[in-house]
DNA sequence: AAAGTCTGCAACCGCTTTCTT
DNA sequence: CAAGAAAGCGGTTGCAGACTT
């Protein structure tokens, strides 16, 4: 069947809207209400067509329209949204009072989407990109080493094992291994373990599934600052000793920590978010810093703020001395 | 200061879904 | 039930203003 497009009559204005032609809609709407698009511009003396009366009327004239800058708790509803829904614009904006789908559909291109990429996480799949991982440090790690692995083959995991199979191979396969990676030990070595989150588990597993399983529901958002910007990337596996970064799968955390953390409590500025119930910065906060940090749900806080929009969210937490053994990458 | 480039967003396009006759 | 019109929807475009060179 097919139908024309309705603009397509000479005669009909496109393009930006006067300040006349917008009073000439809400008058006319305010007397007989919306609806009846296509009879609608010429009853009210518009030279449009019904369908760029209708847009403008939802878009821009409705008076529920909220407009301005979005709101942290907005910006979170659009992020938990968009990870479930995709791009629903529609939807979505039934969950934004005051909000149009064709306003947080530009808002989610030209700001949220540009920030996730920044930070590592694919706009798509709210995953964190990991075709960005940097294996080098990895590989170059004494304990790491292709030897080891070889030697080890009895014991190990067998995902460790192909990794010694890819190790000249490319960035594709070692992305696979270090899905299968994390997915095996997400699901096996880690399930007996949490919520507790002992620190003998490999920090950046451990934290990976906390962020995912328990922290979701309660994100926390704001200005910050990665301590470590150089380690500032979706990054799974510790690149030494007494450093791991971790970050959830969804974006709804990222984090770093340090043994020897380059911030102290009195440099951190936090902001709770209401819609988090259990937060309580306290608690860490007040954890001396010498001594392990455990992890938990209720234990987060946040870095400075910058002019930067990086948001992100940070724990703090201690790693063990030579916490990261190969050991730990052997099934338990 | 001028030209070029980038950014944000209103508006449009065309396809799909829903409603009306 | 079918056909056509209206409305809904998501992707894309175009332009004004901001920013950079």
Not at 27 to 39: A, D, F, K, S, V
Not at 169 to 184: G, K
Not at 281 to 287: G, I, K
Request: aromatic share 8%; charged share 20%; with cysteine.
């Amino acid at each position: 069947m097919g139908r024309s497009p309705c603009c397509d009559k000479n005669g009909l204005k496109k393009g930006p809207w006067t300040q006349e032609e917008d009073q000439k809609l809400m008058e006319y709407i305010q007397l007989h209400g919306p609806g009846n698009w296509r009879t609608l511009p010429k009853n009210a003396g518009l030279q449009r067509c019904g369908k760029s009366c209708r847009l403008r009327w939802t878009n821009y004239l409705r008076p529920d329209i909220k407009r301005g800058r979005f709101s942290f708790e907005e910006e979170e509803t659009i992020i938990q949204l968009h990870s479930v829904m995709g791009n629903k614009w529609s939807a979505i904006a039934a969950r934004l009072p005051g909000r149009t789908d064709n306003e947080i559909k530009n808002y989610w291109n030209t700001h949220i989407r540009k920030r996730l990429i920044r930070n590592g996480i694919d706009p798509v799949t709210h995953s964190p990109r990991l075709d960005l991982l940097d294996l080098s440090s990895i590989l170059n790690s004494a304990q790491l080493n292709l030897s080891n692995l070889l030697n080890l083959q009895t014991l190990v995991n067998p995902d460790v094992l192909r990794l010694a199979t890819l190790l000249a191979s490319n960035q594709e396969n070692q992305d696979l291994f270090l899905n299968n990676q994390m997915n095996s030990i997400n699901q096996q070595t880690l399930s007996q373990e949490l919520p507790n989150c002992t620190t003998s588990i490999p920090t950046s597993f451990q934290n990976t599934r906390i962020s995912n399983q328990f922290f979701s529901p309660n994100l926390v958002k704001t200005n910050a600052q990665i301590i470590d910007e150089s380690n500032y990337m979706p990054q799974c596996i510790p690149d030494n000793h007494d450093h791991a970064m971790l970050y959830s799968q969804n974006d709804q955390f990222k984090a770093s920590a340090s043994e020897n953390s380059s911030f102290q409590s009195s440099d951190i500025e936090y902001k709770s978010n209401p819609a988090h119930q259990n937060f309580n910065v306290d608690s860490v906060l007040s954890t001396p810093m010498s001594s392990p940090t455990q992890i938990n749900s209720s234990s987060t806080f946040v870095n400075s703020s910058t002019e930067d929009e990086t948001y992100c969210s940070m724990f703090k937490f201690e790693i063990p001395e030579s916490s990261f053994e190969f050991d730990d990458l052997i099934y338990s």
